[in-house]
């Protein structure tokens, strides 16, 4: 049967395997507990998805109006208040810029997709880019277009996709139509919750300065010159002794500013750990440790670790985005 029950993805479980294997995923989940706490910690795994674009039907434009659409895989989300950088290389996306332009027009839905046993998938919410540049990419760029976006405030649900059978033939890029996700519970007083929120993120920081994790500072993958993704350090965004200073309030300087910092946090983390996995497996080669694919054993699980990881994240926030009630989002 299809995992996409009820338009929900599931949480993988590790399985029993060898005793050898339990021990690697004890090794591995040990590492990337400090990472994964706060995130998992309230929030239900249970972002929604569209029915596959395979199986709809093509419709007419309504009085609502039509958005272009470009889906993205996302391991890492989109929040609002956030800058993205996308690198532009598909025909149909290429157009999709230029018609923007041509237009006058500035915004574009992004929600996440995934790959399925029937098809495609798209997320029911999904984030709203403002293009803010567009410039020709340099000279031996695999891109055409370097665009850079900054994620608006609202989230959209998209209530229908007008040509689905345009993502897998990539003869056009999507447009679909939307409704703006609002909160139920606009005038109740959160300040309790969010002061509580501050607090467990100035404890998990003090937590992780003293085992040595990285401190929380924003992070951000961007391109360089060359299309190439890297992971830039900004600075830090909230030092541990003012981060009191932070809001959990509504809106992207509030709330999903926090959502953002943590985010980077566990990019970050996931890049140490790997560093630290590389700096072992370099001393069981040096020590001739290696024998019976030790270390090959160790490199595969990690990043079957890692990649479950990002995709709890991804999973995470993406639960976060669908939710019409700022409480829920606190919980």
């Not at 600075?235 to 309030?249: K, Q, S, V, Y």
């Amino acid at each position: 049967s299809s995992p996409f029950v009820a338009g929900r993805v599931p949480v993988p479980s590790p399985g029993p395997g060898t005793p050898k294997q339990a021990m690697v995923r004890r090794w591995r989940l040990s590492a990337l507990a400090v990472a994964v706490v706060v995130v998992t910690a309230g929030v239900a795994f249970c972002p929604r998805f569209l029915p596959p674009l395979e199986s709809m039907a093509p419709g007419d434009s309504t009085a609502t109006p039509a958005m272009p659409c470009f889906p993205l895989p996302l391991q890492r989300a989109a929040l609002p208040g956030a800058k993205r950088t996308l690198n532009i290389m598909e025909p149909r996306y290429q157009q999709m810029y230029r018609d923007l332009l041509a237009q006058g027009a500035r915004r574009l839905v992004v929600p996440r997709y995934v790959q399925g046993p029937e098809g495609t998938y798209l997320a029911e919410a999904a984030v709203v880019f403002h293009l803010l540049e567009v410039k020709d990419a340099p000279p031996g760029s695999r891109t055409r277009y370097v665009c850079q976006h900054q994620v608006l405030p609202e989230v959209v649900k998209i209530t229908r996709v007008l040509n689905p059978e345009a993502f897998a033939k990539k003869t056009s890029y999507l447009k679909v139509e939307c409704q703006e996700i609002e909160d139920l519970d606009p005038d109740d007083d959160l300040s309790v919750e969010e002061e509580q929120l501050r607090d467990e993120l100035l404890q998990l920081a003090m937590l992780g300065r003293s085992i040595g994790s990285p401190p929380l500072r924003r992070y951000e993958y961007m391109s360089d010159s060359l299309g190439r993704c890297v992971l830039v350090d900004h600075g830090a965004m909230f030092p541990e002794g003012t981060i009191n200073l932070a809001n959990a309030g509504r809106g992207a300087n509030g709330f999903w500013e926090l959502a953002n910092l943590w985010q980077g946090y566990c990019d970050r983390r996931a890049v140490a750990l790997r560093q630290q996995h590389d700096r072992q497996l370099q001393r069981l080669r040096a020590e001739g440790r290696d024998a019976g694919g030790a270390a090959r054993e160790l490199r595969e699980a990690l990043e079957e670790e890692l990649q479950d990881h990002w995709s709890r994240n991804a999973d995470s926030m993406q639960a976060l985005l669908q939710m019409d009630r700022h409480s829920d989002r606190l919980a």
